[in-house]
Every structure is written in C-alpha cells, then in structure tokens.
C-alpha cells in the first residue's frame, strides 16, 4: 500500500569511527521488530567490514514505524570514505548526528556538521553510548554548542549514569521511562532528577519560543505554553535549522532508540519540505527540480554496489513522479533507455520487493544496463540533469600491476565497475610505462578498492609505491610554429599552426583562443587545432605530468586544399605546443593541503615542528577542548604520506589529523630536479 508522502522519512546517520552508528541502525531494527538482537555484524556485512571491524560503505535500511516510512542510510565514520557520506546527506532531509558521550565533538562529527550545513540540512543529535565509563550527556552537548555555536536543546535527559543507565526523562511530555531488555516502562520522574528536569524543561521552553513570535508574546505575558504548542514550535524550529534538538541512549542496549525513532516522525522533514535541487537542461539552462508527486519520473543514483553475482546493484532517491516494474525510463548523462525490471526497498544485504514507488522514496534496481553514481533517470520527455554535490579530488595513488598475465584484461573491467561506485577513486593506464595507476582519498581508500578487487573480480595486484599528482605549468609567455608536411604515395599530410602560449592564474584551467582571420586556416580544422593542444597537455615536458593552467592562441597557420586533414592539423598542433612549452620556462607544480592536526596540549609545540620540517606552513594553533589542541597548517601531499606513523609516534597513539586539497604550487628547484630525476628512472625501469 502507497505512502503519502507527508508520512515518508529519509534520515542519515553521520559521525565519528565509534560513535556508534551502525549498531544505532541495527537497534532500530530491532526496536522495529526486524532483527532480534543488536549487533553491528547484522549491518556491516561486507567480507573487509567484518575484518576491520567498522564500516568502509554506506547501508541502506528502509523500514516502518507508527503508519510512517522510514528510510535510514549508516554511514562510515572513517574521513577516506566520505564521498559514502557526502551522498548520504544529499538524499536524505534529515542528518543525525551521532556522537560518543565519551569522547564528545570529533574531526568526524565536525566534517559532517560542515557538510550538512553546506547543503541546508536540518542536524538533532544522537549521543550515545551513555551506558559508557565517563559517558557525559550534558558534557557532551557543551562541546557541540563550543564548536559549532548553535542552539542545542536536549528533549530528554539521563536517568542514571555510567554502567547504571537504564532509562531517561522526556522534557516535552515530562513523562519518564526505564528501559528493560530493551522496552520501555513509564514510571515516575525519580524525586533527586525532579529539580534537574524542570530546570531543563524551562530553559527548553525559552530556547524554543524565542523561535516562534506568536509563541514568545504570549509566554512573556505570563500565559501558559501548552505541549502542543510547544511540539509545534519546536517541528518549525528544528526543519528551519534554528534548534538543534538532542537526545541520548544506547543502542546496545536499545535504550533511547524508541524515542529517536518517535522524534524522527514527529519532527522530521518530509520529501515535500526539502530543499529543490539544482538541475541542468538539454538547453544548458540551471533550473531547479523540486519533490512533486505530479511531475514527471526523475531520479538520482547516490550508491552503486558490484556485486559478484547479481552485477550491478544501484540505489537511486525518487526526486518526483513515480517508478512501476516496466517502465520506461532514459540515463540522462548517457542517452541510453533502460526498463525497470524490479524495484526493492533496502534491507542491508535483504531486498523487499515493491510493485511501484514514489516521489521521496530511495529504492534498489538491479541490473541497470549503465549508470554510475550521481547520474539522473528520467522519463523521456524530461531531460534534465540533477547537479550532484562537489566531491574531493582523489591525491593519493599508487600502481596496481596484476600478477597474472591473464588477468590484465579482468583488472580493467574490475576499476571501471569500482570507479562507478566510487566518485572519489579514479584509475588510468598509461601506455607509455605500461602502468596501471589507482586514485583515492588516502592509503585505506587504496586498500580496500585493491582489496575489493581481488575479492570480487578475482585479480590480485602487486601494489607500486605511493604516487603524487603533480602537475605542469608554464611561468612566461612564448610563440611557436610548426607545419607538418609529409609526402606519400596518393594524398600527403599537410597542416601548419602558429600558438601562443601564456600562462593563467592558478586554478584556472585551461582556455583556447582563436584569433585566425583571413580563412588561414579553415573554420572545420580550428576544433582539431584545439583537440592537438589538449593532447599534448596530457603530458608535459618536464617530467610527463599533465598540464595546466595555459591559455592557448592560435594566430596563424596555413593550409593545403588536398593534404590538410583533421590529423594533420592535430598533430601539428601537438608539436608547437610541445615545442612552445619548453621556451615557456616550464615549472612543476605540486598539492599543497589544508591539514588539522588534533594532539595533546603538551606534545602541540613537537607537531609543529615536525610539520615545518616537512616544508609545511603552520597557519595556527586553538584549543581544541579536553587537553586537546588543533593545528592548522598548509603541507604539501608529497611530505604527508608517512605522516600517520609519526604523528602516531608523537602523540603516543592520542593524535589524528585531516586534510584535503587546498591548491596547486610551484615544488621548489631542488625539488623539481629530484621529481624529474625519479621519474626518468622510472619510465626507463619499464
């Protein structure tokens, strides 16, 4: 039976490796009467998530409670995975926030706060393991009101402490409850927490009229705020993002969950309510798309999974219309038309099969004939293209060789299908060393895309050394010329091009102007002109790295009636550009990034001198609460790939850090030299 889609609820469960999230989902699940225990090996069912013991992906679970549909995405906590979260957040209106009452605020927690801010997300916290040795709720929430200043309003408050936690105090209704083997019982609020309760409950109430005008003229005239009105002030609060409301539990112990479950339906944003999202016509035009039952079909993949049995699995979020079994639909990033076969809801690793579903729902297809993440479905007659959230650029990468000869063929299909699961990994064969070279966000990333690899595609690989993505650039201006004229039996080759060269700003890529009057070269060759240039661009002539930042003019030329081609023109044009850039005093450039690096107060003064030794800049240094301080610095990648194990060193194990791409730097000469020495030896070691 349909759902309205007043009543569906799309929420994502964020936050720090062990906070706790994917046994909060699996508690859910039981708490709904799905699973009958809790354990996080029910959700992280992956062969290399059962062997880390933690979430490398995000799962999907779709379930009901109280006539509502809910849908919960668990997220990885670890930072290598965050494109997991990133799409997370896109597809869902609501973003938990899940944080250790133990540790409080961490990098994790704060990343993903960023994130849902960026994209207009409602946040309510979740602190969990209350259960836990020096586990403090209100702490806790003073170090996310520190951090992100915001108005955090907890709707309920422990009762017990530590490892004598049973149950907590609703500051809404006033009603308490103790949890046993999971289940809730109202008793009464216990006599030494009545005080402690009414003083939270009355600065609840002013946090939460002073949201509410109406709300607030008739509080301060003395009348009494009814718990309707003050239910509904608190629902416009939290989707308008001016509360944040908190609550507290445990879920091994499925305490607390009950009442989350409760304030996700009451409070939640619906599909309806979210925010339209940008879109892109046939036209080129932006226009926005917003959740309608009405409009035609259109749908957003966000999760692509390989499986070695099924093929592709992908998970898409219904942004308007409706899907049935035997509909037609168009890929829009591709021109291709595909047909649904089935359609499921999301039960982890168990699928519920589904005749039709609509506007706000997310759902699983299989055997999708195309379609990588952050593509759009569409119905034939809306072609539009949903504009995905940014992604960070894969910096780490290493070759991949596979051991097998008979494998090599399997290793190209196996990082095409992984790559369309994955924005944030990247691959490419260079023909020239005979490499295979893999992209992530960091050394875990690498490991379990390799490892996925060999698990799912059966092709084992023998890992290179880390690889930097630097690039090239020229610093001054030049002008070059080349005519290509070659002479065989029928027609010849003919093709000449004069470019000028000069070098852009930072960052801003690469422009191609035409400046060709007079017909010295035919309109129809200018496009293979450009096609040359970038080709050449794939390589520079410092050390082979590609290049950017370059704006190309092409002033004069020549041309013959019968031998000029498309190639000619092309090759032509790679040769000035080759011989243009050496004259250009080309440069390397290299990654620098934007790290945070967390350690103890007393060892803060030893990390900022390891990071100045590795040509970092320390941009400053702020208390990061609990003994804890926060480094700021600009390094480049190239000095932070053994940086774990010797902050670890440091820091005895307490320190962990962050980092992503900032911009693109000249390497200094000493180091240019080296770069350029190291990859001669390495193109003639192949």
């Known amino acids: 039976m349909a759902v309205a889609v007043e009543k569906k609820r799309n929420f994502v469960l964020v936050g720090h490796n062990g906070s706790g999230k994917s046994l909060l989902t699996c508690s859910m699940l039981k708490t709904v009467g799905l699973v009958d225990r809790v354990s996080s090996k029910l959700i992280d069912t992956d062969p290399i998530e059962e062997a880390k013991g933690s979430s490398i992906t995000s799962h999907v679970f779709t379930l009901k409670w109280k006539d509502h549909l809910l849908t919960a995405i668990d997220t990885p906590g670890f930072g290598d995975f965050i494109a997991e979260v990133i799409n997370a957040i896109f597809v869902c209106e609501n973003v938990v926030s899940v944080i250790n009452a133990v540790a409080g605020v961490e990098i994790q927690t704060e990343r993903t ?142 305490i607390g969950v009950d009442l989350l479950l409760d304030v996700l339906v009451q409070l939640g944003t619906n599909p309806k309510e979210g925010k339209p999202l940008k879109a892109v016509l046939d036209s080129g035009e932006e226009t926005t798309v917003s959740f309608s039952e009405t409009e035609p079909f259109c749908a957003y993949i966000f999760k692509n999974v390989v499986d070695p049995f099924v093929g592709r699995v992908s998970y898409i979020k219904i942004i308007s219309g409706l899907a049935r079994s035997g509909d037609v639909f168009v890929n829009v990033d591709r021109g291709s038309t595909d047909r649904f076969s089935k359609l499921y809801w999301a039960r982890g690793k168990e699928q519920v099969e589904v005749e039709e579903a609509s506007c706000g729902e997310i759902i699983v297809l299989p055997k999708l004939k195309e379609g990588g993440i952050r593509e759009t479905l569409a119905h034939r007659d809306r072609k539009l293209k949903i504009v995905p959230p940014q992604f960070p650029e894969p910096m780490f990468s290493r070759s991949v060789n596979p051991k097998s000869k008979t494998d090599i063929d399997k290793i190209s299909n196996g990082l095409s299908r992984l790559a369309e699961s994955d924005p944030t990994f990247e691959w490419e064969y260079d023909p020239e060393t005979g490499e295979t070279v893999v992209s992530g966000l960091g050394t875990i990333h690498l490991d379990v895309m390799i490892e996925k690899l060999k698990n799912i595609f059966g092709v084992e690989v023998d890992v290179g050394k880390p690889k930097i993505a630097y690039r090239e650039t020229i610093t001054k201006k030049a002008i070059a010329e080349y005519k290509h004229k070659k ?94 850039m050496e004259e250009a005093r ?68 307490r320190g962990y850090f962050t980092m992503k791409f900032l911009r693109y730097q000249e390497v200094p000469p000493n180091i240019q030299e080296k770069i350029i020495q190291e990859r001669k030896q390495a193109h003639q070691g192949t």
């Open 113 to 254: 706060w960023q994130m849902a801010q960026e994209m207009s997300k409602p946040i309510l916290i979740f602190v969990n393991q209350m259960d836990k040795e020096r586990a403090n709720f209100f702490a806790t929430l003073e170090s996310v009101k520190s951090a992100f200043e915001c108005k955090v309003v907890p709707l309920v408050m422990p009762i017990g402490s530590e490892s004598n936690f049973k149950g907590l105090i609703d500051l809404v209704s006033m009603k308490a409850y103790v949890y046993e083997d999971g289940k809730a019982k109202v008793v009464e609020i216990p006599s030494d927490l009545v005080k402690t309760a009414q003083d939270t409950r009355f600065k609840l109430l002013e946090d939460i009229v002073e949201s509410d005008d109406a709300l607030m003229e008739k509080y301060l005239e003395g009348q009494e705020v009814s718990e309707e009105e003050l239910k509904r002030a608190l629902v416009k609060a939290y989707k308008s993002g001016l509360v944040v409301p908190a609550l507290c539990g445990s879920a091994e112990k499925n």
């Open 487 to 580: 002479q065989t039996g029928g027609h010849g080759q003919y093709g000449h091009v004069k470019i000028e060269l000069e070098p852009l700003p930072r960052g801003a890529g690469f422009e191609f102007v035409d400046k060709i009057f007079g017909g010295a070269i035919p309109k129809n060759f200018i496009p293979s002109v450009e096609k040359g240039v970038l080709e050449a661009m794939k390589r520079g002539s410092l050390a082979g790295y590609p290049v950017v930042d370059v704006r190309v003019t092409l002033f004069d030329g020549s041309y013959h009636e019968v031998d000029s081609s498309d190639i000619a023109f092309q090759i032509a044009a790679i040769q000035a550009f080759r011989k243009g």
């Open 586 to 653: 080309p440069v390397i450039l290299e990654p620098i990034m934007e790290v945070e690096i967390y350690c103890p107060d007393e060892v803060a003064g030893d990390v900022i001198g390891e990071v100045t030794s590795r040509r970092g800049r320390p941009q400053g240094m702020e208390p990061a609460g609990r003994g804890m301080s926060r480094v700021k610095a600009e390094v480049p990648l190239a000095e932070m790939l053994d940086f774990s194990g010797r902050l670890s060193g440091i820091t005895s194990g």
